[in-house]
């Protein structure tokens, strides 16, 4: 075998390589699970006494105090999600809200077809039939392993990695369930308050996370 041949043989076997590599990594890229079995209740923790209680937070006009009611994290499945793009103060703090499972919510998400949206700050979700809803454990099941979640990044690498976090993903979560006050660039007072148990529903029921950081998990 000549030199040339050599050569040509060597570089089909480095893009060989290459090409395995990129398609491993792929196979575990963001956006490809749809269902997880064993994921864990959030975890809720008291703050202690050498904890920051909360941050006050300037942010395109809106002067807000930002308080910490508990350390919140959670390894769930982004059943959902939503960017909000508009002006509003709502928009502004939280730019996107998660709807995260797990328990056997996310384990059972593709099997039976569960169908979530969102829209209004709100999270909805709807299944086929009485047989699946048996699957899962009933209604308060249901309520009790999802939740939406408005996300208030922390700074601008966690604001970077909310824009990437799409249906699909495992992602982990970390940040504090957090009260906010404060006044717009008129002086007028706002407030936005978050839930604190996993079996709430309806308006007030969200969870307003301030957060701290996020990851991928593979």
């Not at 959030?42 to 807000?64: A, F, I, R, S």
């Amino acid at each position: 075998m000549n030199s040339k041949a050599i050569i040509y043989l060597v570089i089909l076997a480095i893009i060989a390589i290459c090409l395995f590599g990129y398609l491993r990594s792929s196979s575990v890229g963001p956006g490809e699970v749809n269902a997880i079995a064993g994921l864990p209740e959030p975890v809720q923790t008291k703050l202690g006494k050498k904890d920051e209680t909360g941050t006050h937070v300037e942010l395109k006009g809106l002067e807000m105090d930002v308080t910490y009611k508990y350390k919140y994290e959670v390894d769930a499945l982004v059943v959902s999600a939503h960017a909000y793009n508009g002006i509003g103060i709502q928009d502004t703090i939280c730019p996107k809200d998660l709807a995260l499972a797990w328990g056997k919510v996310a384990e059972l998400n593709k099997d039976i077809d569960f169908q979530w949206s969102q829209s209004g700050r709100f999270c909805r979700w709807y299944i086929n039939s009485g047989e699946d809803l048996a699957k899962v454990g009933g209604v308060d099941v249901v309520n009790q392993q999802s939740s939406n979640n408005h996300i208030f990044p922390a700074d601008s690498t966690v604001k970077d990695k909310l824009k990437k976090v799409k249906k699909g993903d495992h992602i982990h979560l970390e940040g504090y369930l957090v009260d906010i006050s404060g006044t717009n660039k008129k002086g007028t007072p706002f407030t936005w308050t978050s839930s604190t148990t996993r079996d709430d529903t309806g308006d007030g029921a969200c969870e307003v996370i301030y957060t701290t950081n996020i990851e991928w998990v593979p």
